[in-house]
């Protein structure tokens, strides 16, 4: 069971330095993390009781 445990934490460290490594590096490859920039408008009716 200890060694379950064990590689259940090495796996989740892994992956935390994996995600932070392609937020990096991700860019370079083509990875798009910036938000869209299109202005939205909707028009919107208020109940005013």
């Not at 090495?10 to 920039?37: K, Q």
């Amino acid at each position: 069971m200890r060694r379950l445990v064990k590689l259940l934490l090495y796996l989740l460290v892994l992956s935390g330095i994996a995600l932070v490594a392609y937020a990096y590096v991700g860019p370079w490859f083509g990875a798009d993390f910036a938000p869209p920039t299109d202005e939205i408008r909707v028009p919107v009716t208020l109940d005013a009781d």
